[in-house]
């Protein structure tokens, strides 16, 4: 990388013409928001990729004087980002959306989600809802997902399928569920289906234990072996609720965050989603751990379980990135353009200061935060030289989004996800000029309703 | 009206072939969210305008049995539904959208909007500015909007120009404004701008003093007599933030409603914006009053404003509508869009309540609430025969749309402004299959970008 910077630096100086490398795939755009290490916002920037990799990132004119490339997309208003990351997501459940709202948490998952799982999720549902899902992140600038849900390894197919890039975690639960009927069972399925994938360039198999409350304690220990065993991210609902803590407090007679600590399930990559009722000490165990902590405005707010600590947790220097949740009923899309506005005002309202978690900072828990937040900022959340080529064009070009103005305010507080208009994953054109080249969008919601039509008769 | 239904209850229950009328429009869709007394919600069903006004609902067979129309939309995978209406805004500020963020609200209004203002605000500004806004509200499903801005006879001009329904407050301010010096002029200046609007079927001119305290209980008192000659509201923004109670407390030993209330202010159409500090004794002075209030979540949170008490507002039966607010900081943009899924969150999470804010109620406070806060409830905000033809066709036609549930979940939690494909105002379509028929959109977005140029360089 540094050959390539010093070259660019050379021809640009002495003007000379160096023969063009070959790139697979130019991207250029008016503005482009690197989010490197002086978070450079480059004018007429471009980004060349060979291999699935950013091999240089500059002024548009060097980068074309650099490289020639068969594959081109130049958009000379857009924003050219890093792709997003949506760090916590059950991809899945966008075919329940909308199935119960505006319900308390308990009447929602016993009297709808449950049943409506119990009845129907199989491993087709699986693998329809999540091309759906991933449709919709996708058109919307999601080029990375973290998951938990049933039949991961269906989900990890689907996802790979459709160029996606995905940290999918095969939920363990203490409980019967729909793809396996105990923890130990669904242990050894989560092995099979690690070993299935832990080469893939798009997928990050994962181990995900529901949470404290849904699983003992040898099932989230052997959780954490596993996971450790493979090197792979540990991803778990931590402190959502009020109530979790309450009961954690009696049962445990400490924080679901201490009580995973004391059983050191926090010893590796782990993902914590929610935390919105951390304290400080809860925090510091997370800092301790290097533990990736997903903030998920909308979710919190429509269940109602409150607002997380984003700005104690920035203050810390945690990792922190941004999640939708799922999208039945605790969202109910799946748009991280949503959850950054969202994320940005929620912050300023509780702590009563606008000046709160600014645009610049919301943008960077949507990207490299998300990035940190599951352990993968060498790879992915920036645009760099030598991280995977994801990238996302984002179109300045509607009454929303004019006049022009700082591009961090513009992605966070303007622009939204139906302004994305193309998506790179890994190298590969995903989604070009608004429309997705690996789904196809028209079966892909055929499919979908006829699934519901289903699971609505099966509550009937 | 009632001769339509009983020859439509007619001709369905015969069979009858009867002679079809001629109707100016007819829009169908999939399904018809109605907002009438009985909230119904018509599968396949249509609507007629004739003359501007609504004359027929009821499911699509039917309405083309009676009708006939030479213009049709017809969108039969979308849900029709009322117009929306923004109940608070500054529409040419959308040409400093975004020009000062994260900062308070004094740094923000003195060091950035105060100046920007000073130096840029003329007639061509503000015509260009509400092109700008009007294009985004329509395209967004906003139909009628309340304003508060400088040179409004123009912003009426341009809004009638592009079809748009106005209710269109000229600013009242104790300080030299960029249009006129003092109180006085500009009171006399509104009279003549109410005389030359005051018959029009789109513009309803209004009286608009900025706030209690930035105006003398004189010009309020004054602002109100004008109001009340002419029947037209009087809008004002009314406990925005704590320090407005707390100089209210201070100066007058009261707050801000009951001060305007000690003055006589409030005898006639009102509209209060904000109302985030307001208390319960504020809230029975706007029952008894019969004043419209405007929730305006985006701006309240992103300025740290507070949270307004909308529940106990509907509680009370008030008159409660939404509003974007203006795009200059406070927002950043006008989608009611995004202040519906705002609201609901905001309400459910402050409440600690999933259950607080139900979609539909908020679905009611962007359509017949806000009319009924403008007091414009018998011409706007359902679709009902007699009322007029202002309505708006939303697609549910994509991956973060489907599958399609709850027409009111899906308006409130999942759709977008984006998805917004048809928009009807006085019975003339405004846009069309996503395009602006009464606006050159790329001209539009030129003009913003020149003169947001000039503003740039003229704070530095």
């Known amino acids: 990388m ?57 002024p548009k004119a060097e980068i074309d004087r650099a490289y020639t490339a068969a594959r081109r997309i130049d958009r000379p208003t857009a924003i050219l980002t890093p792709g997003l990351v949506n760090a916590h997501a059950h991809a899945p459940m966008a075919l329940l959306r909308g199935i119960a709202d505006d319900r308390d948490l308990d009447d929602w998952l016993r009297n709808f989600i449950f049943p409506a799982e119990a009845k129907n999720v199989n491993e087709e549902f699986v693998r329809v809802g999540t091309r759906l899902a991933v449709l919709e992140m996708m058109q919307g600038g999601i080029t990375t997902y973290a998951d938990m849900y049933y039949y991961e390894h269906a989900i990890a197919d689907e996802t790979r ?54 699983n003992s304690a040898e099932t989230l220990t052997a959780a954490r072996e596993l996971a450790n065993k493979y090197g792979v991210p ?27 600590e004391s059983l050191g399930a926090l010893t590796g990559r782990t993902v914590m989603a929610h935390m919105v009722w951390a304290d400080a000490a809860d925090l510091a165990v997370s800092k301790k751990r290097e533990a990736g902590l997903v903030h998920c405005p909308s979710s919190n707010t429509k269940l109602a379980s409150g607002v997380a600590p984003v700005p104690a947790m920035l203050k810390e220097g945690l990792r922190v990135g941004l999640g939708t949740d799922g999208p039945a009923g605790s969202n109910n899309d799946e748009s991280l353009f949503e959850e950054m506005d969202l994320a940005a005002k929620l912050a300023k309202v509780t702590t ?95 499919q979908a309703a006829a699934i519901r039509a289903k699971v609505d008769a099966s509550l009937k």
């Open 2 to 58: 540094r050959l390539i910077s010093i070259s660019l630096f050379l021809c640009a100086a002495l003007g000379a013409a160096l023969d063009a490398a070959t790139a697979d795939l130019i991207v250029s755009a008016g503005k482009v928001v690197t989010m490197d290490g002086q978070r450079r916002v480059i004018e007429n920037g471009a980004v060349a990729v060979v291999k699935g990799r950013i091999v240089a990132v500059g």
């Open 161 to 214: 399928k459709a160029g996606m890039r995905g940290v999918l975690g095969q939920t363990i639960i203490g409980f019967p569920a729909p793809d396996y009927k105990t923890p130990k069972e669904a242990l050894a399925a989560t092995e099979r289906y690690i070993l299935a994938f832990k080469n893939d360039a798009l997928i990050t198999p994962s181990v995900a234990p529901h949470a404290i409350y849904t």
């Open 234 to 260: 540990y991803l778990i609902h931590v402190s959502e609720t009020k109530k979790e803590q309450v009961d954690a407090a009696a049962a445990h007679k400490m924080s679901p965050t201490q009580y995973l």
């Open 352 to 446: 009563m200061d606008p000046k709160t978690l600014p645009a610049q900072a919301v943008f960077e828990m949507a990207t490299l935060g998300g990035a940190r937040a599951l352990t993968m900022e060498k790879e992915i959340g920036s645009l760099e030289p030598g991280k995977r080529a994801d990238l996302i064009a984002v179109s300045t070009q509607s009454a929303h989004a004019q006049p022009a103005h700082d591009p961090y305010s513009m992605l966070v507080f303007a622009l939204k996800s139906s302004d994305v208009t193309d998506v790179v994953i890994e190298g590969r054109i995903t989604v070009e000029n608004r429309r997705a080249l690996t789904l196809n969008e028209a079966e892909v919601l055929r």
